[in-house]
């Protein structure tokens, strides 16, 4: 029978127990509880029960529980993110949430001999409340440069007294403290986290959500710039680079003075302003006014011609006589009827209207006689159109007759 020492067994267990929660919990994740007062421990667990289980244990045991796990892909690269005092934490969560309630968790407190500065530890340059003695040895061991001002200790510029991740020494921690400076925060330190393959590190935990979105959002844009510039064409982007064709070809067009229905509203404009901006150099006034006066003259002289050629109505008046003819239509067998009542009535007119002609010859105005014939030719057409039941051979005799008068001319 072989001895079995019981604190063996114990750590067999615990690795056991360990690796059970490791594989029943989609988010496994490793805090650091170092420098975390036991108070404010419990505080905490308190405080995320609801969403968070923590654990602490050994990091040997730690470490083998996480070896154990075989049915999680990449699990034992979580073993790599053990530090300090580390502790468990299980939850169901996802691990971005679980790193935004930690770190609202987190309390300010002041720097303690033997930490590690989490930033660069600056003390600012200004007027201080301290007055002069042994304190201004005191700054100088910590690397500040100080001076006496009106009686006070003033730091002469700004001095980095620790650098990011060195120790704080004891002189150090006392100058923080005495300018009010607490770099440290108490509260679970969330290391690494695991979910689905991936380990998340601190850095990327630690992202805030606005930032984050605010990268994703100029991810975006740079990408769909990106896409524009090269004619990558997506569903996003058509749009844009058919406007850019567009007004690509458009400049195109105006810079060689291409003709298209396209640019011909900007082509006309741009004429019209030559020409007003040609106007205003040589002084032209405006002329379209011009004509719009000259208009009225026009008509107004019209009137005063049509007075003159007054003298000209009887002409008209001879065919009012023969329009009663058009009344015997219906009479188609004495056509011989109206000739002898024309031919009297037209031997007088021939006697008036021989002086009216040779009146006309006088002031040699053809334009007056060219008109004469017009009417008399309009009138001819107002009676064919009046008399739609006479043949031609009535059309031909009146024709003649009115040959005879000296009114028609060919």
């Known amino acids: 029978m072989t ?31 170092e ?28 470490k083998r529980a996480i070896d154990s796990v075989k049915s999680k892909k990449n699990f034992e690269k979580l073993a790599d ?22 770190k609202a968790s987190k309390s300010k407190a002041p720097a303690k001999p033997g930490q590690i500065a989490p930033f660069d530890l600056i003390v600012p340059a200004g007027p201080t409340s301290f007055t002069p003695g042994p304190i201004i040895s005191e700054l100088g061991q910590a690397g ?39 770099p440290m925060e108490i509260g679970l330190d969330l290391v690494a986290a695991y979910e ?20 994703v959002h100029k991810a975006a844009s740079e990408t769909l710039a990106l896409t ?24 195109f067009a105006l810079d060689q003075n291409i003709v298209s229905d396209v640019v011909l509203e900007k082509d006309i404009s741009n004429a019209e302003r030559a020409a007003k901006s040609i106007g205003e150099a040589a002084n032209i006034t405006e002329t379209p006014a011009e004509p719009a006066k000259e208009e009225p003259k026009q008509e107004t002289a019209e009137p005063a011609a049509d007075k003159k050629e007054e003298p000209t109505p009887p002409a008209p008046e001879v065919k009012e006589q023969p329009k009663p003819e058009p009344q015997q239509p219906e009479v188609k067998k004495e056509p011989e009827q109206p000739a002898p009542e024309v031919k009297p009535a037209e031997k007088p007119e021939e006697k008036k209207e021989e002086p009216k002609a040779e009146e006309t010859k006088k002031p040699a105005d053809l334009s007056s006689a060219e008109k ?21 051979q009535q059309a031909e005799e009146l024709a003649n007759k009115l040959k005879k008068k000296g009114t028609l001319r060919q």
């Open 81 to 102: 993110s053990i530090v300090g005092m580390p502790a468990l934490l299980f939850t169901k969560q996802n691990p971005f949430k679980i790193s935004a309630l930690i």
């Open 35 to 62: 420098n975390l007062p036991a108070k404010q421990l419990q505080v905490l667990r308190l405080k995320l029960r609801k969403d968070v289980y923590i654990t602490m244990n050994k990091k040997l045991l730690i």
């Open 372 to 392: 004469i014939s017009t009417d008399f030719k309009e009138e001819i057409a107002a009676e064919k159109e009046t008399r739609d039941n006479v043949d031609s």
């Open 3 to 33: 001895y079995q020492a019981k604190a063996t067994q114990y750590k067999k267990d615990a690795v056991k127990v360990l690796a059970q929660s490791m594989e029943q919990y989609p988010v496994v994740g490793l805090v650091n509880v």
């Open 144 to 182: 500040l440069k100080a001076g006496v001002e009106d009686g006070k200790v003033v730091i002469k510029e700004d001095s980095v007294v620790v650098k990011k991740d060195e120790e704080i020494t004891d002189n150090t921690a006392s100058v923080l403290a005495k300018f009010n400076i607490e």
């Open 228 to 251: 524009i510039e090269i004619a990558y064409v997506t569903k996003d982007n058509i749009e844009r680079l058919i406007a850019t064709a567009y007004n690509t070809t458009k400049n």
């Open 196 to 215: 689905d393959g991936l380990i998340y590190g601190k850095d990327v935990l630690s992202i805030d959500p606005a930032e984050y979105l605010s990268m």
